[in-house]
T-cell receptor, first 118, second 111 residues
């Protein structure tokens, strides 16, 4: 398909388990974003990549969260030793080019991965 | 913390009526956008308004922006049952590419 895809769509983890969430951005998109959306809330920024470089990780809530995009396309968000408060929908978005102050490039969102930590 | 705040939190109307949702934000912005999210789905971009624009139209959507009040409104005219969804405003600031979302308005359009 032509859109952003994420897998798995649903993940149930036991507390303390490690999880890995995958994002396949639109082919050729330079920028990739991860957001966390708690139930009934708006998405909150986690981290941003431009190609393989992680330019902003200020939104990652703890050092248990780690994201990578080694070849500048597919990205993985890893959460170690999951806690119940990590339960949320994790959204990935990509945009065609890097952000330029005077211009905006639309972010295209994937369907998200719903993580439930028991 | 959320920069944007939408009101109302929930809105229920009849098909054919207009729906108005408001958004307020706190810091300077470059652009403000509105997104729609259907239950269990990702976000769909609806419309973008730049900080130097005051009003924008797209089909049945009308967006206004008042930077002096740090607020925006989204008007959906002649609503349809298919418009039932959550609507979020999002801002991108003057210092980076991240989007900052509000908490959303849940719109229900009854047939």
């Amino acid at each position: 398909g032509a859109g952003v895809s994420q897998s798995p769509r649903y993940k149930v983890a036991k507390r303390g388990q490690d999880v890995a969430l995958r994002c396949d951005p639109i082919s050729g998109h330079v920028s990739l974003f991860w957001y966390q959306q708690a139930l009934g809330q708006g998405p909150e920024f986690l981290t941003y990549f431009q190609n393989e470089a992680q330019l902003d990780k200020s939104g990652l809530p703890s050092d248990r969260f780690f994201a990578e995009r080694p070849e500048g396309s597919v990205s993985t968000l890893k959460i170690q030793r999951t806690q119940q408060e990590d339960s949320a929908v994790y959204l990935c978005a990509s945009s065609l080019v890097s952000w330029v102050r005077s211009h905006y490039n639309e972010q295209f969102f994937g369907p998200g991965t719903r993580l439930t930590v028991l | 913390s959320q920069q944007g705040e939408e009101d109302p939190q929930a809105l229920s109307i009849q098909e054919g009526e207009n729906a108005t949702m408001n958004c307020s934000y706190k810091t300077s912005i470059n652009n403000l956008q509105w997104y729609r999210q259907n239950s269990g789905r990702g976000l769909v971009h609806l419309i973008l308004i730049r900080s130097n624009e005051r009003e924008k139209h797209s089909g049945r959507l009308r967006v206004t922006l008042d930077t002096s009040k740090k607020s925006s409104s989204l008007l959906i005219t002649a609503s349809r049952a298919a418009d039932t969804a959550s609507y979020f405003c999002a801002t991108d600031g003057t210092s980076g590419s991240r989007l900052t979302f509000g908490e959303g308005t849940q719109l229900t359009v009854n047939p």
